[in-house]
């Protein structure tokens, strides 16, 4: 298919069903740990939607009523999880954007998935000012949807260095606002590992809690934070200067941020 995967998660107890908006594998950041092979900068192709309709539709059908559960699927991940919005690329970027929200809502009804079947976008977030990502998310929020927005460094210095981009961190701050506001149930996902063979210094971990500090003052309150290291090898040039943290350096870390009275949930 070309819009469509799946992902089994033995861990999760269930199926994820994947939507790559980002057929051509272009995003508009270029994070250093990036997983997706020949990354290039840009948006993705207009997205055939009928096509995308017909992909969701038969493939939500077959894990309802086919053997694909049967075949492929172990016995205690036999249920689905979610419908993620996540790719090769920066998902909000694609123009139907909201007109694919949209259809995942439209066909979660038809179809008649349980409403615990959360729809998921998987965000870097630079893109919250369009009103049509903005109407994407309120929709989202209608219907068990969650966001998930990338926070991996919280300075200027240290996102152009992860993230590839020169985004101000003020510009970050109302991004989360404005997703906070269209959909309340907004978790930051951050990536935390060594570069160059060092962890994280002390001056990446102070920005990072200060920024959400003053987040917390302003009255901006993700629902928590998922945090988590490499899971699987870069794709990027810097693949060979990055390395994967530890469970206890991420549980350091992730104590100074619950000392903020945030939920913090670590995936070692
Ligand atoms: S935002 Fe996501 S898809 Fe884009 S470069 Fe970063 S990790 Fe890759």
């Not at 929200?101 to 439209?106: H, N, T």
């Not at 903005?134 to 460094?153: C, P, S």
């Not at 060092?198 to 003052?217: G, H, I, M, S, T």
């Not at 350091?252 to 009275?261: D, H, N, P, Q, S």
């Amino acid at each position: 298919m070309r819009y469509i995967y799946a992902v089994v998660s033995r861990r999760a107890h269930g199926v994820s069903v994947g939507i790559n908006l980002n057929t051509n594998n272009a995003c508009n950041w270029r994070c250093i740990y990036c997983q997706v092979p020949d990354l290039a900068r840009g948006a993705p192709p207009p997205v055939d939607m009928v096509l995308l309709e017909r992909e969701l539709r038969d493939f939500l059908h077959e894990l309802m009523h086919g053997d694909f559960m049967q075949r492929r699927v172990p016995e205690d991940a036999r249920r689905i999880n979610d419908i993620a919005l996540s790719g090769n690329g920066e998902p909000t970027s694609a123009e139907g954007f909201a007109g694919v929200i949209e259809l995942a809502c439209k066909l979660k009804q038809e179809l008649g998935l349980p409403p615990q079947v959360k729809l998921v976008l998987i965000t870097n977030g630079s893109l919250m000012q369009r009103g049509n990502v903005q109407q994407g998310l309120r929709r989202m929020a209608q219907h068990n949807g969650e966001v998930w927005f990338k926070l991996d460094r919280a300075s200027e210095a240290g996102m152009q260095l992860v993230n590839g981009t020169r985004m101000g961190m003020d510009t970050v701050r109302e991004h989360l606002r404005t997703a906070i506001s269209c959909c309340p149930n907004t978790w930051l996902q951050t990536c935390w590992f060594g570069l160059n063979g060092a962890v994280p210094d002390k001056q990446d971990e102070d920005d990072y809690v200060n920024f959400l500090a003053a987040l917390l003052r302003d009255g901006i309150r993700p629902q928590g934070v998922l945090l988590y290291t490499l899971a699987r090898p870069s794709l990027q040039p810097e693949a060979s200067r990055l390395s994967v943290l530890s469970a206890e350096q991420l549980e350091t870390f992730a104590v100074r941020i619950r000392a903020l009275g945030i939920e913090v949930l670590v995936s070692a």
